[in-house]
């Protein structure tokens, strides 16, 4: 029997013409599961229903097999803003980047852990304690284009499920990182699965640190915004403002999602995201995942019980050592 793959199909659209002038390219994919299927049949963008022009990939009778297991890619940058060294701050007796490998070699969902790092240092560490690591250019705009690099040397047959797990989450849990695997392999419109957080504080909702989203019923992402989504406009009109509405009926919380930072991806649409032009709403909000949604592709949210604890600044690693001293 021939094993279970995902095929990813693509045609570009015609040219338009973006806000900035920049003639862009709007790309098209479809993932199929061909388990489900004898016959993949795809149409250029151009062609009609009764167009002689197409290709069709026949597959043979397939037996299921069991999703393949992701490889997990962990950016590490030692040159943070706020926390110069981050990865390498000691939380107990460990650098920081240790616990959060710790934590993706545990989920049941990767089979390798991989550090993307930007300095020696990093390296070093790593290799100390057995840990996988690759130096990467220092030229990367963000995290997602140095997994890419590393991605792009992978075995395409080992790696065609890339994790992104951040550096600075070294209490990721790994059932979020199974639960974000698992829904891509589920959902065959997403080319990203990521992950967000019931929001339980007025705080949380105001402050635009924390990124929050929305969904379709489908569990697909409409629209991510450091600004509170959805806005409760009758709530507002009873109570003057958004903060009053908040407090006065706290229940109105169960309204909003925190969008957190882990992001699954497909390795064939990871390699092309990285490519791609910013987007006008991404700079607005420095979102980069919002390019991903202006570029018309689907991003699928699972909603995950587990809180996120990510360390941004001095405050939040103190709070990270105190919790591990704690359980010590």
Known sequence: MVAATWKAVN??????????GDNLIMRFWTYVDTRRIVALVSLPVNANANSSVFTADITAEIEPTSAPRAVAIIPARFASTRLPGKPLLLIGNRPMILHTVARAESANTIRRVIVAADDRRIIDVCERAGVEAVMTGAEHRSGTDRIAEVAAHLDEDEARIIVNVQADEPFIAPDTIN??????????LAVVTTTCERITTAADVLNPNVVKVVCNANGHALYFSRSPIPYPRELVRRHGTLEA??????????????????????????LEYAGLFTTPHENTEALEQLRI?????TIGVVEVEHTSHGIDTQDDLEYARRYVESQS
């Not at 639960?179 to 065959?188: E, G, L, P, T, Y």
């Not at 919380?253 to 990871?270: D, N, Q």
């Not at 949604?293 to 592709?297: I, K, N």
């Open 11 to 20: 045609h570009d659209a015609p040219p338009r013409l973006g806000r900035s």
């Open 179 to 188: 639960q974000a695997v698992n829904q891509i392999h589920k959902d065959s």
């Open 245 to 270: 509405a908040l407090m006065n009926e706290p229940e109105s919380l169960a309204l909003f999602r925190k969008h957190t930072g882990l992001y699954v991806y497909r390795r064939e649409f990871l």
């Open 293 to 297: 949604l202006e570029r018309g592709f």
